[in-house]
């Protein structure tokens, strides 16, 4: 039959170099992978199987057959499951089509290792970690056409027409000889029983000492007294098609009116498609054992979709479908009781292991807090949840209720500041005021952090209240010394100055007032009650949703010897005073320090050399 060739995508490509390589410890995975795939293949042909049973009529015992032949070095893992025809080998096994892939795969580039690879999730491809060459041979269930794919890993592969092979798919692999270990059966029932037994599907090893080597009956299913901490990890693994280990695992069986089994893991590292607009979670909907989907969207929210795992059903029909999914009842119970399930076990961990859990929220804070902003019913419970950096922790992060119990007295909101960098956003000017005071202020990095609070308002009726934002009422704050920075601000006559600054900067700012939130900065810009937070402006505008700022409020410091200077000479000159140079200066000075380019880059020079050289 006529051979097709084709090149690889190119992400696959630069996934190839990357695999071939890299010098691995534990190449044994590859098998793990492999088996995984073909016990996803069995899965899918039994569920099609309910409503199409003719497709498993000429061979209704599924299983996984390894083999191997130590003189031609070869490998074989087959099974007899839905099998790929022409358009799914290309589809599987030529491209990769997953968002931010190229992004991830830069990271990658050097820092090659089995935990980076396995956040991708790329099973196959281990394969040409051990093998010269790898041959595909599949027949798709319920046609009679076979295909075979061959690929030495390097720029492409080819595909043709071939006879012989039955229903499902067998993966040859031609190993190298530094990895004839491989061959050896005793090598290989090792590998099985150390990663797949927890399969449910026989695994058949054909050799001297033949038969089915691991137990065959789904993990989930099992007592959990008879299940021990490798065997939960190992089926992460092959559910989540991850490295890592699993950070917590819920394991909890329910009776009733309805009855589940619920087996969850969340990862310890994020999966690098986290972040993916689609929000797909990664949880596999099981009805008596028999797999359904992984793309059951109802089953739980976006805002959960890092978990790991299988919900079994005893209730829903086996003839379900993705139509019959939506709305349906049953599945609206089990999310619900799903999501309290996990809240519940992230508040004992959150007690219990404060520090692990800060890590969690690290990894999957941003994700939890998208429910806020989408005006969930478990805002009140992520808000127990959250973890935060403040301006009081420069490690430790704190939770809203640590943040209440040191709030000062007299102080009528919870203070927050947002930014791109923790670093920077700590020297922000507009902190000064309340750091002196020591007022804590929670540190937002996270772009969800822009949007949230305004839909939530408030915490225990405390609101929320950006420190760029509005007026700052601090004088009304109970402070920690008696340094003059922190006198009231009203005593200071700068009316002269406010004005000469107004009408030299005109439109350039929305107004100029004194400011209780400056110590040491002479100048900051601040947003008006009725304008969007400065970072939150930004953001919008960066993503192109908005296409021109807002004229600031421009904040003086009334204490700083710049304005306490400046307000003399106004005062002492009047109208006459020639303010222009520098009161753009000032706006200038306050764009910087906001992290902002300035106006005109030309006019910041020029002005500048006048105003040097007018004092030299």
């Not at 057959?65 to 074989?76: A, G």
């Not at 000889?177 to 449910?200: C, M, N, P, Q, V």
């Not at 939150?536 to 993503?543: D, G, T």
């Amino acid at each position: 039959m006529t051979e097709e060739r084709h090149e690889f995508q190119a992400e696959v490509g630069r996934l190839l170099q990357i695999v071939a390589n890299s010098l691995y410890s534990e190449q044994d995975i590859f098998l793990r992978e492999l088996i995984s795939n073909a016990s996803d293949a069995c899965e899918r042909l039994r569920y099609a199987a309910i409503t199409h049973p003719d497709l498993i009529a000429e061979d209704p015992e599924l299983s996984i057959v390894i083999s191997l032949d130590k003189k031609k070095r070869k490998l074989v893992i087959a099974d007899n499951g839905i099998g790929m025809n022409h358009d799914d080998l290309v589809e599987s096994l030529g491209t990769i089509a997953r968002s931010g892939t190229m992004a991830f795969l830069d990271q990658l580039q050097d820092k090659t290792g089995v935990s980076q690879i396995g956040q991708f999730g790329v099973g196959f491809y281990s394969a040409f970690m051990v093998a010269d060459q790898v041959e595909v041979m599949s027949r798709k269930a319920g046609d009679s056409k076979a295909w075979r794919w061959v690929s030495d890993g390097e720029g492409g592969y080819t595909i043709a027409g071939t006879e012989g092979q039955n229903r499902g798919t067998s993966v040859v692999l031609t190993l190298k000889k530094s990895a004839t270990e491989f061959l050896e059966e005793d090598r290989l029932r090792s590998i099985i029983k150390t990663y797949s037994d927890h399969i449910a599907l026989p695994i058949v090893l054909e050799g001297k000492e033949g038969g089915m080597v691991n137990t065959a009956s789904a993990l989930w299913t099992r007592p959990k007294k008879d299940i021990d901490s490798e065997q939960y990890t190992e089926f992460y693994r092959h559910v989540g098609h991850s490295f890592d280990d699993p950070w917590l695992t819920i394991h909890h069986h329910v009776e009733g009116k309805i009855e589940y089994t619920l087996l969850l893991f969340i990862p310890s590292t994020p999966p690098f498609d986290l972040f993916d607009p689609q929000r797909q979670h990664r949880i596999k909907l099981y009805v008596k054992r028999v797999f359904i989907t992984d793309q059951c969207e109802e089953l739980v929210p976006p805002y959960l979709r890092f978990l790991r795992g299988v919900v079994d059903s005893e209730d829903l029909s086996l003839n379900v479908s993705r139509e019959m999914l939506q709305n349906n009842p049953l599945l609206t119970k089990i999310r619900a009781a799903i999501v309290k399930r996990v809240f519940r076990e992230l508040t004992k961990r959150a007690d219990k292991s404060p520090e692990e859990y800060s890590t969690f929220w690290g990894n999957f804070g941003a994700v939890l807090k998208e429910a806020l902003y989408e005006g969930g019913e478990q805002s009140a419970d992520i808000l127990k949840l959250a973890r935060f950096y403040s301006t009081a922790s420069t490690e430790k992060l704190v939770s809203l209720e640590e943040y209440l119990d040191r709030a000062k007295e007299g102080q009528k909101a919870i203070y927050t500041a947002s930014g791109d960098d923790l670093g920077k956003l700590r020297q922000s000017p507009q902190l000064e005021g309340f750091m002196a005071r020591g007022i804590e202020v929670i540190l937002f990095t996270d772009p969800i952090d822009d949007f949230w609070p305004a839909r939530v308002g408030n915490y225990n009726e405390i609101p929320f209240q950006s420190v760029t934002h509005g007026i700052a009422d601090l004088e009304s704050v109970a402070k920690n010394s008696d340094d003059e920075k922190l006198e009231s601000v009203d005593d200071v006559d700068l009316d002269t100055l406010i004005a000469l600054l107004k009408l030299n900067l005109g439109d350039a700012v929305k107004d100029v007032r004194s400011s209780s939130r400056l110590t040491d900065s002479p100048v900051c810009l601040v947003a008006d009650e009725s304008q969007l937070d400065i970072h939150l402006e930004r953001v919008l505008k960066q993503h192109k949703h908005i296409d021109n700022t807002a004229a600031r409020i421009l904040e003086i410091n009334p204490r700083h010897p710049l304005i306490v200077a400046l307000d003399k000479r106004a005062k002492l000159e009047g109208a006459a005073t020639d303010l222009e140079d520098v009161a753009h200066l000032l706006l200038d000075q306050a764009c910087i320090l906001e992290g902002d380019p300035v106006t005109s880059p030309g006019d910041f020079a020029r002005r500048l050399s006048s105003v040097i050289s007018k004092c030299l």
